[in-house]
């Protein structure tokens, strides 16, 4: 007969190990995954990616459907340049697949295929020639789920102008989720609490805690994903998080929005439209404090090119400097636009500048027609960028939340995205 103490020794080993792969997991909530699109050249403006016509969704397509990713952009050079893209495989974290070769994702070429969609603008002030990549294509089909990044570059000089990111989905798992505002950190009060659940019963699960890699957004926002917490219970078949701290969200405030359709007048949030003699400029009404929660529907975020006859949007829509006012004390942190248009990049040009003489925030950009939504966000000490106080933090606030999943088989060479939901907190 063995030793009672076999048995102990046993039983602690396992918990031992139960405990660390519970740790491995939850650390990966704390790391930093680089989706976001990315333009590299000045001269490439309004960059898009979209699954089909779906612009306030995620660009996630699914595997062997008939769906399309579109990827659209303005060269403001007005030059006919012979643009080429390459198209990688990306892991879970976005880094590039280095265990599989082109031909195990795609059918066809992978790099080296020209852009041939292409449009130069019609009476616009600002001269541009509008491009147009549709994925997958006759030259390019994609053959695994999992994260896309693709680089568009300039044959002739040598030059990466772009990167753009897009998902393709194999569904195998289900996700629930539902939202409360009765919280881990207070009750009705600043805060959203994701709670979710993965079902997973036709696929075989030797070790869900290596396997599955779990990420929610709020927004589609990027910069600010939780990343693989700990599941609070694991049966055979499913994952649930419940009361999990790590899935609260600020509430945030409704988006501002503006809609410049017409450069003769002005349109929703549009004080005034003038021109310069050298280029149209429109001035926003100033956004001021709000103290209160005031319901605004809005897109999340999301924005859509286009102009007063929604007719030829893509290369007859004119290029306007937008100009905004943040009325708010000065900040000792720096304070930055944010939209989906704005790729979740808090660069310079972002970045809202103090004006002394009339006490509040400015910044104009060269922006096209269209309708957008935006925020203000403030980037706190410790790197995380947070509602600016002065435009509120409501529970009340609709918010649209993203979960992806991802999974690797034993012995698999790459991560596979295997699940997908999307959750609108709508009053």
Known sequence: MEHPRAFLSRDFEFNISLFFFFLCFSLGSQRAIAQRNELLSNEIATLQVTA??????????????GEVVNISFDDLTHE?????????????????????FGSDYCEGFTEGSTIDNYQQSINTNQLYTHYLLTIPNDRCRLKLSGNYRVTVYDEDNNEDLLRACFMVLDPKVAIKMSLTTNTDIDINNSHQQLVAEIDY??????????????????????????????????????MRWSHCRDLIFDGGNEYHKFELLDIDRPSMGVERVDWDGKAYHAWLWPDE????????????????IRNSDNYENDYSTEYVSVHFSLKAPRSPYPIYLNGNWTQDRFSQKYEMLWNDSIQCYERNLWLKQGYYNYQYLQKERDGSFRPVP?????????????????FRPVGGRTDELVGYSCLANDN
């Open 390 to 406: 002065s435009q509120g933090n409501y529970f009340q606030t609709e918010n649209s939340y993203q979960m992806l999943v991802y």
């Open 201 to 238: 019963p036709s696929i075989v699960v030797s070790n869900p805690l290596q396997q599955f890699y779990v990420i929610a957004l709020q927004n589609q926002r990027w910069d600010k994903i939780v990343v693989a917490p700990a599941p609070q219970y694991i049966q055979s078949t499913s």
């Open 80 to 100: 006919h340049r012979r643009l080429c893209y390459r198209i990688e495989h990306c892991e879970k974290d976005w880094s590039s697949s280095s265990q599989i």
């Open 52 to 65: 089909g016509d779906r612009w306030r969704d995620l660009p996630i397509i699914r595997l062997n459907n």
């Open 289 to 304: 404090p709000r103290p209160n929660y005031v319901f605004d529907k809005d897109a999340d975020g999301a924005y859509y």
